[in-house]
């Protein structure tokens, strides 16, 4: 038997970041997508890649917070739970 291999539409993205009306643009290079999912609800990726809902919206939030500041908001979140000794070794 053949596994049938449906090609991947691209999907309306229903996340509206980038807003003429509102002059918003939260995401420039339309790197982040939520786009409706059938029975599942929502499904969001980023650079195509799927991605936790909750973390597509925390990343929206701090874009809309470095964007009241006058920041870039273009890069995705950073960890900063990670520190190095004098030799550039993980503590």
Do not use: H, W
């Amino acid at each position: 038997m053949k596994n049938i291999i449906k090609k991947n539409k691209t999907k309306k993205d229903i996340g509206n970041l980038n807003n003429k009306t509102f002059g918003v643009n939260l995401d420039p290079k339309n790197d982040l997508c939520l786009s409706e999912n059938g029975d599942r609800g929502q499904e969001a990726t980023y650079k195509g890649t799927k991605m936790k809902y909750m973390d597509y919206i925390a990343e929206v939030t701090d874009r809309i917070e470095k964007n009241k500041k006058g920041k870039t908001v273009e890069n995705v979140g950073m960890f900063s739970g990670v520190n190095f000794d004098k030799n550039g070794k993980i503590l």
